[in-house]
């Protein structure tokens, strides 16, 4: 489903889809890791992480720390319990923790927010490729997540066509410090967690540019 926003947003990109957790759900905090050290090896440009710990984790914060040192985004969602509490990737440093917004840019009532949240992007009535060829609605930061990731996707595109040199500008760097200047202030919208929401919601038309 998130693989789904993926390819609609960024179609160019290539999608290297890695299973970390079983037909139910479930996984563990190793398998996660292993998913992420996979992904680094094999030259991802970009990892998004729809999935959240409700606790600091060590072996998970090793994993993303040599993913950002490898200069690899990491994009994580940040929650739904509708809270100010940090779940994990997203509440790394240097992760871009993501809250869930509406059409009218207002936080989704189930979306996180915080010091964990460092963009917001719409999580609310997503359509997206459903298991058994279908299509469906979906609502959540876990569909928040992968619409960043792609705008990353698409701001490497642009980097290599222009002739970035990533040596003397991290990707992870160029890809925050475009986040946060290209993100729509919505506060006005969401007086209630201003400020609280990250930079705003991202501008997917800015990143195409």
Avoid at 142 to 171: E, I, K
């Amino acid at each position: 489903m998130t693989v789904g926003i993926l390819a609609a947003v960024a179609p160019g990109a290539q999608i290297m889809p890695i299973r970390a957790f079983d037909d139910q759900g479930s996984g563990s905090v190793w398998a996660i890791k292993k998913a992420i050290m996979y992904a680094v090896k094999n030259h991802a440009s970009v990892i998004n992480m729809s999935l959240g710990l409700p606790s600091y984790s060590h072996t998970l914060a090793n994993a993303v720390a040599f993913a950002l040192k490898n200069d690899v985004v990491v994009v994580a969602s940040a929650g739904n319990n509708g809270t100010a509490e940090v779940q994990y990737p997203a509440g790394y440093p240097q992760v871009i923790g993501v809250a869930a917004t509406d059409l009218h840019d207002v936080k989704a009532p189930f979306s996180n927010y915080g010091i964990a949240v460092y963009v917001s992007a719409p999580g609310v009535n997503i359509i997206s490729a459903y298991p058994g060829n279908h299509y469906a609605v979906l609502s959540g930061t876990s569909f928040s997540a992968p619409l960043v990731a792609a705008q990353a996707a698409l701001m490497h595109t642009a980097f290599v066509n222009y002739g970035v040199n990533f040596n003397d500008y991290p990707f992870v760097f160029c890809v925050r410090y475009l986040l946060a200047m290209g993100a729509v202030d919505i506060n006005s919208q969401n007086p209630n967690f201003s400020n609280q929401l990250g930079h705003g919601r991202i501008n997917l038309e800015k990143s195409k540019q």
